[in-house]
């Protein structure tokens, strides 16, 4: 709602600034106690705005980087049982991946706010923003408050927290606004520049309620239950319907206080409409150009646009829609085969409580996967609704908006022909099994010919200058003979190379989400092997099934990978280790390590980069007892392929392998992009980053640079990087004397584990 300055209450900053901006800034105000996170486009600025922050001193929340969105929302379930305010932010299939714990939370009762920046649910994988994500929400017993623009997001953060509050509802909330719309689009906005005036508006923390940490009062929290299970269900419902009214009393102190208005329904020349759009958040202030034009030409055209979905708000849209002849309802997700949208739907079950209403509805499907909606858009939508008041009937009730068939004439061609299988066959790699020691002789041609073996990918794909991915991962597939399959999962690997319609991978290729690949990739090994023994398909023994992670994931993808690793399916994983998740914007990951900047640990007056050491990967990973693990650089091409052709050897007749290569990202470690070689060749000299492998559970360092004469200290290594100069700044001497102890520590136990086999 536009505001002038002298309506305001109290005295308030004017700025430019986005959704997320707002967002972390009405959280850092109210300063909840924890954030359990993890990054996923378009929500991952607020965590980056909240850290940028905390370097600043600006907020004491305890933020938490989770293994992944699941873990994210376990983390923020624990601690909301503690008694505190808790606040996390998300998006698509983060939001679906910890959907299964959001229950938990409603059912339990516990407060926490929510933000759902909305973007469309894979697959096909899109990042921009629709509503699918937030229709996934509409069961699990929260309400929903929608924010229409960045003004909106702060506004109804705070509301939201003294909602989720309130002794007759204690119900988790969502604040829901358009991806990229709204999250990243700069509008002017007023807040509050003293924080006290946002942390008397929402209060304390109520007390009276139970907690998991009261000594005095010890409770069971999360008991199995049984025949009164569906009273705890009576009394959630009651308290959500309950928090309809409780916002509209929240809303109105907030007026007072604010100058800014939210009703339950946003409404716009609704008081005479005959003709409506029915749209949440940012269409909504599209159409409203659109009705004054209609206005203007004597056709009674108006908006509504909710504040508030869940509870759904049934009687205000009946008293909305009483004089409405057409309404159509845009909706920016489907609800699969039930000829509806899920708001259509519950709009037309509201209206049957209103036996005079003959509004006639209509629904549309649009602007999926981020799909700009226009003026003339919304204009043609008010003309479908415009035809169907005329006729007193919809001749299409449902469809999509905005569909393009195609042209046939115009489907993309084959850029490159299929490689033949004996192109990627080049005889020079001999790998065989000692039966005394039980470990694999490798040999290898020269390199330069190895080098007229086709490359597994095209050129043309989208990575930064510089980016290690694809020569570590080509130097790699040097010493891989014959055919593959390869997935990778989410990830810049998976990003750059695959833009629909064209694809920069010559061989077959799948994708599947951050967390799942390993499993995915394992279904479809012993769907081969069932089928080759069933005389069902004819290929070759030598098939090598390849799947490929990086960009943090080996962290949330950490479950399956030990899962698919102690089944030991017949595949490789390989890891392309860039300390960090650089396809969502360079936040931490567990493999960064201590002290190194990310976009969400930062480096300032409070805080000096990431807080803990980095998770030794290769280590977890042979502890699950397969036959082959190493680590590897393209810095040592040699010493990859060697370890190439026995991974190959290892998945083809034994089980999984894992391997480990250390790859620059030029972008966030802030490096030149010729550097890449000479920057992990140090990470290896320096003992950081050593080149190893476990076979059948024995060690053997495959280059020790201490023997080589070549060490370095570490120092050496994290002067090469911008992201981590500020380490050999005497103010950050005791986490430097920290990562060279940790270093040290490791080195000293390979070397221990290379000498003695038995470790």
Not at 125 to 133: A, P
Not at 319 to 332: D, H, M, P, Q
Not at 450 to 473: Q, V
């Amino acid at each position: 709602m536009a505001i002038e300055e002298k309506d305001l209450k109290i005295e308030q900053k004017v700025d430019i600034k986005t959704g997320n901006e707002m967002a972390a800034l009405s959280v850092a105000q109210i300063n909840f106690h924890v954030m359990g996170y993890f990054p996923i486009t378009p929500s991952t600025e607020i965590a980056e705005f909240l850290d940028e922050m905390k370097t600043r001193g600006e907020h004491d929340i305890v933020m938490i980087p989770a293994d992944g969105e699941h873990g994210s929302a376990g983390i923020n379930f624990g601690a909301a049982t503690g008694g505190g305010r808790v606040f996390n932010a998300t998006s698509a299939n983060g939001f679906l991946y910890m959907l299964e714990q959001l229950p938990v939370q409603s059912g339990s009762r516990f407060p926490m706010v929510l933000d759902l920046v909305t973007r469309s649910v894979s697959g096909p994988l899109n990042i921009r923003g629709d509503h699918s994500d937030l229709y996934y929400g509409l069961n699990i017993g929260w309400p929903i408050l929608i924010a229409r623009d960045p003004q909106a997001v702060y506004d109804m953060n705070i509301i939201a927290t003294r909602l989720a509050e309130h002794k007759d509802v204690r119900l988790p909330v969502i604040v829901a606004y358009d991806g990229f719309v709204t999250s990243h689009q700069k509008r002017r906005v007023h807040y509050f520049n003293d924080r006290k005036i946002v942390q008397d508006f929402v209060g304390e923390m109520p007390e009276g309620f139970v907690h998991a940490l009261d000594p005095k009062n010890p409770v069971t929290i999360g008991p199995y239950m049984n025949d009164d299970y569906i009273n705890n269900k009576y009394q959630q419902s009651l308290a959500i319907y309950k928090a309809g009214e409780v916002f509209k009393q929240i809303a109105a102190e907030y007026k007072d206080l604010s100058g800014r208005e939210y009703p339950v329904l946003d409404e716009y020349m609704m008081e005479d409409a005959e003709v409506a759009l029915f749209l949440l958040a940012s269409a909504a202030e599209t159409a409203k150009d659109v009705v004054d034009k209609l206005r203007k030409q004597g056709i009674k055209a108006g908006v509504i646009s909710p504040n508030i979905i869940r509870p759904f708000p049934a009687e205000e849209i009946r008293k909305s829609l009483k004089n409405v002849k057409a309404l159509l309802v845009g909706e920016r997700a489907d609800s699969y085969g039930s000829n509806g949208g899920n708001l259509s739907h519950e709009i037309k079950a509201a209206l049957q409580e209103d036996k005079e209403n003959q509004t006639i509805v209509l629904t549309r499907i649009f602007s999926l996967g981020g799909k700009d909606f226009y003026f003339d858009e919304a204009e043609d939508f008010f003309k479908l609704a415009i035809d169907a008041a005329e006729k007193g009937y919809a001749e299409v009730p449902f469809d999509y908006y905005g569909v393009n068939p195609g042209d046939p004439d115009k489907a993309p061609k084959r850029v490159l022909e299929p490689v033949n299988t004996d192109e990627f066959k080049t005889g020079l790699i001999k790998v065989e099994k000692d039966e005394n020691t039980g470990k694999l002789n490798v040999k290898i041609p020269p390199l330069r010919q190895l080098m007229k073996k086709p490359r597994r990918l095209a050129p043309g794909h989208g990575a930064c200058p510089g980016c290690g991915i694809f020569p570590g991962l080509e130097t790699f597939f040097k010493g891989i003979e014959g055919d593959i399959v390869v997935l990778f999962h989410t990830g810049c690997g998976m990003v750059v190379s695959t833009g629909y319609p064209y694809s920069s991978h010559k061989g077959t290729y799948i994708h599947n989400l951050f967390q799942n690949g390993a499993a995915t990739l394992s279904g479809l090994v012993e769907m081969f092997w069932e089928k080759k023994r069933r005389g069902e398909i004819e290929v070759s023994d030598d098939f090598t099934f390849v799947m490929v992670t990086g960009d943090g994931g080996m962290d949330i993808g950490m479950g399956p990978s030990i899962g698919a690793a102690l089944r030991n399916h017949k595949m490789i994983i390989i890891e392309y280790d860039n300390e960090g998740y650089m396809n969502t914007g360079s936040q931490l990951s567990y493999s960064t390590p201590i002290g190194h900047m990310t976009s969400t640990s930062g480096v300032g007056e409070k805080q000096g980069g990431k807080e803990t050491h980095h998770k030794d990967t290769a280590q977890i990973m042979a502890a699950t007892n397969i036959p082959y693990v190493f680590t590897a650089t393209e810095a040592f091409p040699q010493d990859l392929i060697k370890k190439a052709a026995k991974a190959q050897w290892y998945a083809q007749n034994e089980g999984l392998v894992y391997g480990k290569i250390l790859i620059t990202c030029t972008l966030n470690w802030k490096v030149k992009d010729d550097q890449g070689a000479a920057i992990v060749g140090t990470a290896v000299n320096s003992c950081f980053f050593p080149l190893y492998e476990v076979e059948h559970g024995v060690t053997t360092i495959t280059y020790n640079p201490e023997e080589k004469g070549k060490r370095v200290p570490v120092s050496e290594w994290l002067g090469m990087l911008g992201k981590t100069k500020h380490l050999l700044k005497p103010e950050y001497e005791s986490t430097l004397k920290a990562f060279e102890n940790e270093v040290e520590l490791r080195w000293q136990r390979l070397k221990a584990k290379h000498e003695n086999p038995l470790l």
